[in-house]
């Protein structure tokens, strides 16, 4: 299995610009979540999802959109980047609930920089 | 956002040494905290977790205690080893927010061979 990926790893945006995150798993995990890391801070929840076509804020989603069509992917929209969204994101998956002992599999993450 | 801090933001030992990693967090529903590791350019790597119902967890080379008194948790890691260099991380789950989860900042342990 590939686990948790991420694409593109690395992406400069003009301050207006839209770009999608992408995110996909082989896992067959039913949750998926989206994370910002910005420097010298922990990890903040942007979304989550407990399955397909279920989606739900996490404690950051301003600024952000997501879907989730299939089980395997949960693509991250920006629509209109702004300097304050430079972060890196991590997608991370699980089984079930992480609350029930279902360890979280992260991906290496998009690190993105708005200029 | 919750606060959950970590006392020292870096760490140094020596290899074969013990390291101790401490957290705070400030929630007393939460019921539920991980602490992970995360290498340079990685994505967070689960390490061990631990319910409000225990106060110690052990893993292979890795021990949690929990003091729910203080609000306190800490990362022990035996025997460090040059690998365990990384940033750790410690997150809880406060039982009133689902699925939602709260970090710290991270402490960057570095292991002196």
């Known amino acids: 299995n590939a686990g948790v990926t991420q694409t593109p790893k690395f992406r400069i945006l003009k301050i207006g610009q839209s770009m999608t995150l992408q995110c996909t798993q082989d896992m067959n995990h039913n949750y998926m979540y989206w994370y910002r890391q910005d420097p010298g801070m922990g990890l903040k929840l942007i979304y989550y999802?407990?399955?397909?076509?279920?989606?739900d804020k996490g404690e950051v989603p301003n600024g952000y959109n997501v879907s989730r069509s299939t089980t395997e992917d949960f693509p991250l929209r920006l629509e209109l980047a702004a300097p304050s969204q430079t972060s890196v994101y991590f997608c991370?998956?699980?089984?079930?609930?992480?609350?029930?002992?279902?360890?979280?599999?992260f991906g290496p993450g998009t690190r993105l920089l708005v200029l | 956002g919750e606060n959950v801090g970590l006392h020292l933001p870096t760490l140094s030992v020596q290899e074969g040494d013990n390291s101790i990693i401490n957290c705070a967090y400030s929630?007393?529903?939460?019921?539920?905290f991980i602490w992970y590791k995360q290498e340079s350019g990685k994505g967070p790597q689960f390490i061990i977790d631990?319910?409000?119902?225990?106060d110690k967890r052990q893993g292979q080379r890795v021990t949690v205690l929990l003091n729910k008194t203080v609000k306190h948790l800490s990362l022990q890691i035996a025997a460090t080893q040059p690998g365990d260099s990384a940033v750790y991380f410690c997150a809880e789950n406060p039982s009133n927010t689902g699925n939602q989860f709260y970090f710290g900042t991270g402490t960057s342990l570095t292991v002196i061979p």
């Open positions: 631990i319910r409000s119902n225990m």
């Open positions: 991370a998956s699980s089984i079930g609930l992480a609350v029930a002992q279902e360890t979280q599999y």
């Open positions: 999802s407990v399955g397909a076509g279920i989606t």
């Open positions: 929630n007393s529903a939460s019921d539920y």
